[in-house]
C-alpha cells in the first residue's frame, strides 16, 4: 500500500470514527471499551485489502458491532466483571474533544441499565437497527441469525426499553420521596426502613472507580446485603436528578465524586448504582437539589 493510499484510508477512517464511536458506547455502555473495538476495526481495516471492501462504512460498522458482540457475550459469561473494567486505549482520551462529543450524546445511564438487561444479540440488533436504522438483512449476518430472529431480537429489546420512557411528574415525585426516604433511613442507621423500601432482590452495583475508592465490592446482591452497605452511612450524600431520575450525589456540587443511580418498580428500591467514572457522571447531567 503506497504512503497515499494510506493516507486515504486513515482519512476515511476518521470520517468514521465518530459514528462507531457512538455505535459502541451504545452496545458496551463503556467508553474504554468502545475506544478499544474502534481501535481494533482500524488495526483490522489497516491488515485487509481496502481496494476489495466495496462499502467501506458498512464494513467498519460490521467489524465494530462483532467486536462489541464479543465483548457482551465475555461479559456475560463473567457477570463478576464490572462496567468500565478495562483500561483507557489512550491516556489522553479525556483531553479528546470527539470524545466529549460521543459522551454527550450518550444516552444515559438510565437507559445504559435498561440495555444491560438485554442478551447481547438483543443489544446489537436493537441498537444497530433503531439508533442507527441498519437494515435487519445485515444485522443478521453480524448476530448468526435469520433475517426473521434477528427482526425477533430488536422487538423484544424494543419491548423491554420501551419500558424506559420518560417518568410522569406524579412518578418523579413519589420516587423522589423514595429516595429521600432512603437518605434518611441511611443516616439514622435505620436498618428496618431500608428494607421495606428495597426489593427482596435489590442488586448495588459499583464501577470500577467506586471499588478503587475502597470499602465496595462490585456488586452485592438481596434486601439484606444491600442495607447493611447503606445502615449509618451517606451523611454526606445530597438529594439530585441522574438522567433525569431521583438519585444521591457526593461531593461538590459542580463536580460530584460519587453519584448513587435508582431503579424503581413501584414503591421499591430493585437496583442502586454507584458510579465514580469522572466521564460517566460528566454524561448523565447530574443536578444537585
Known amino acids: 500500500m503506497t ?6 484510508l486513515g482519512d476515511q477512517f476518521e470520517h468514521n470514527r465518530r459514528r462507531l464511536s457512538a455505535i459502541a458506547y451504545r452496545m458496551l455502555g463503556s467508553r474504554a471499551e468502545a475506544d478499544d473495538a474502534v481501535q481494533e476495526a482500524w488495526l483490522r481495516l489497516s491488515r485487509s485489502d481496502a481496494a476489495a471492501i466495496d462499502n467501506l462504512s458498512g464494513w467498519l460498522t460490521t467489524v465494530v458491532a462483532r467486536v462489541c458482540l464479543d465483548v457482551l457475550r465475555s461479559r456475560a459469561s463473567r457477570p463478576e466483571d464490572p462496567l468500565d473494567a478495562q483500561p483507557h486505549a489512550t491516556a489522553t482520551a479525556g483531553d479528546d474533544p470527539e470524545h466529549e462529543a460521543v459522551l454527550a450524546d450518550s ?4 437507559m445504559l441499565v435498561v440495555l444491560e438487561t438485554l442478551t447481547p444479540a438483543e443489544r446489537v440488533a436493537f ?4 439508533m442507527f436504522a441498519m437494515p435487519f438483512d445485515e444485522i443478521a449476518p453480524i448476530v448468526g441469525r435469520s433475517h426473521v430472529a434477528a427482526r425477533q431480537l430488536a422487538s423484544r429489546a424494543r419491548r423491554r426499553v420501551q419500558g424506559a420512557e420518560p417518568s410522569s411528574d406524579a412518578t418523579l415525585a413519589q420516587r423522589r420521596h423514595i429516595v429521600d426516604a432512603f437518605l434518611a433511613a441511611s443516616r439514622q442507621g435505620d436498618f428496618e426502613a431500608l428494607l421495606r423500601l428495597l426489593d427482596p432482590n435489590a442488586v448495588l452495583v459499583s464501577d470500577e472507580a467506586t471499588v478503587r475508592m475502597g470499602n465496595a465490592a462490585p456488586e452485592v446482591t438481596g434486601a439484606q446485603l444491600v442495607a447493611a452497605q447503606f445502615a449509618g452511612r451517606a451523611r454526606a450524600a445530597r438529594p439530585a436528578l441522574i438522567a433525569g431520575e431521583p438519585g444521591l450525589a457526593w461531593g461538590p456540587a459542580e463536580a460530584p465524586k460519587v453519584v448513587f ?7 421499591r428500591i430493585t437496583r442502586i448504582d454507584l458510579v465514580a467514572d469522572a466521564d460517566r457522571i460528566a454524561a448523565l447531567g447530574v443536578v444537585i437539589l
Not at 3 to 8: K, L
Not at 107 to 110: D, E, F, N, R, V
Open 3 to 8: 504512503r497515499d493510499e494510506q493516507r486515504w
Open 107 to 110: 444516552i444515559g445511564l438510565a
Open 127 to 130: 441498537v444497530l437497527h433503531d
Open 261 to 267: 443511580a435508582f431503579t424503581f418498580e413501584g414503591d
